[in-house]
Nanobody
Framework: VQLQASGGGLVQAGGSLRLSCAAS????????MAWFRQVPGRDRDFITA???????FYLDSVKGRFTISRDKGKNMLFLQMNSLKPEDTAVYYC?????????????????WGQGTLVTVSS
């Protein structure tokens, strides 16, 4: 099982990026999936999650700016990031839980992508 995140890069404040996460090895259509981010020296923090029924959850600081979505048929997860701020700079990770698990904490996520770096310049 593999999650491959991509789409990171350097963007100016106020700009947009779209991250993608390609899953392979098994279907995650019945699993919660999520995006986390990590700044060096700090914990990996939850940003947003999407349940198997496509219910979405967001960290307050990204509500209205970030949108999580998925394509179950293609086994893909996406994160559209708009109005980016320098404090959004981090390595972004996609993650997936086992099917049927209400993955409301980081510990519920068993599968992780390798991370993609997002740098927002001021």
């Amino acid at each position: 099982v593999q999650l491959q995140a991509s789409g990171g890069g350097l963007v100016q404040a106020g700009g947009s990026l779209r991250l993608s996460c390609a899953a392979s090895g098994r279907s995650f259509s019945d699993s919660w999936m999520a995006w986390f981010r990590q700044v060096p020296g700090r914990d990996r923090d939850f940003i947003t999650a999407i349940s198997w029924s496509n219910q979405t959850f967001y960290l307050d600081s990204v509500k209205g700016r970030f949108t999580i979505s998925r394509d179950k048929g293609k086994n893909m997860l996406f994160l559209q990031m708009n109005s980016l701020k320098p404090e959004d700079t981090a390595v972004y990770y996609c993650a997936a839980a086992q099917p049927g698990v209400n993955a409301i904490t980081r510990g519920h996520y068993e599968y992780w992508g390798q991370g993609t770096l997002v740098t927002v310049s001021s």
